[in-house]
Every structure is written in C-alpha cells, then in structure tokens.
C-alpha cells in the first residue's frame, strides 16, 4: 500500500513469535534513485491462537487456519478457524472447511453434505433425510427421532407392534388396532 509518500507494511505473527525475516525489496530500479528508506516502523500483531495468518489479532480475522482447525464463515461472513465444526455442519476435509449440511433439520452429516445422521427435534431421520413426519409403513420414534418399520400387518401405525395399527392396507380390516383378514 503507498500512501503519502510511505509505505505502510503491517506483519501478523504467529504463536507470539519473537523474530521475523523482513525484506523490502523495491519494484523497480527507478524507484531506488528517486526514494529511500529513511524510517521503518514495523508493528506486529498477533493472530488468534486458531489462525495460521491472518488480517486481525480477533478470532473471526483468520485468512488460513491452523493444524487440526477447519474454516468456518461466521454470520459476518468473517473466517473463524474451529475444530469441530458447529452442529449443521461438517468437515470438508479437501477444502479443511466446515460445510453446511444439506437439509436445514439436519443436525450431523458427517459423511457427507447431503447423509444426515442426526435430525433436530420435531424431525426425522429417514433414508439420510430428515422429514417431519414418516411415510407410510413408517412410524416416528421420538426416542431416537427416526422412522422405524411398522408390523408388516400395518400401512400405518403408532409403533413397531402388530396391535399398534391406525391404517391397514384395502385387503383387510382395523379391528382395535390390528389389521384382520377375514
């Protein structure tokens, strides 16, 4: 940057550092005829305990993160450098990013983007998806918020048991809560 006839060099060490290696090079023969250095101020910052560089000493001021850290877009749309990543997110382990899980419900997606294993509440998991309510032959257990296999009787139902039916399929008949054949 040049401004008012100085150049303005700002360094950001890591892990508080006590010595760095300047060089100030000039960018172009011309230049060393026509300006010298007569002052230098050199002012050093260091960058978060979580930040490999970075553009500010604060914790969303991160450019790259540090070794087992993954960067992670705050609301401001600043790099913060975390380990593990929030819930909602996953370790992108080609871009060392936190990326955002597919389905909004979604709460872990470890394996991937789009393969949820955790759904938040009111939710469930179903084929990597979280739905809010199961499809048919399916019931929501609120224990574990997943869609679990209803009695092979059942079309719908309440539970995994036969007497837990609440619609059966148009060959048989609901009879307290049970599908009947004639």
């Known amino acids: 940057i040049y401004k008012d006839s100085s150049q303005v060099l700002q360094f950001f060490l890591k892990d508080s550092s006590a010595a760095a290696d300047i060089r100030i090079e000039q960018p172009s023969p011309d230049m060393s005829r026509s300006f010298g250095i007569r002052d230098v101020t050199i002012e050093t910052k260091n960058c978060y305990s979580t930040c490999l560089d970075c553009s500010s000493d604060v914790s969303n001021g991160c450019i790259n993160c540090d070794t087992g850290y993954y960067k992670w877009l705050d609301a401001s749309s600043k790099i913060q450098c975390v380990n593990p990543c929030q819930q909602k997110y996953r370790i992108n382990s080609a871009t060392l990013s936190c990326e955002a899980c597919t ?80």
């Open 103 to 182: 389905n909004t419900d979604c709460l872990i997606c470890d394996a991937g983007a789009n393969i949820c294993t955790k759904c938040s509440v009111g939710t469930f998991l179903y084929q990597n998806n979280c739905v809010a309510q199961c499809p048919q032959k399916y019931w929501g257990d609120t224990t574990d918020q997943t869609c679990k296999s209803c009695h092979s009787t059942c079309l719908e139902c309440t539970g995994p048991n036969s007497n837990q039916c609440t619609k059966c399929s148009p060959d048989t008949w609901l009879y307290q809560d049970q599908c009947l054949t004639s």
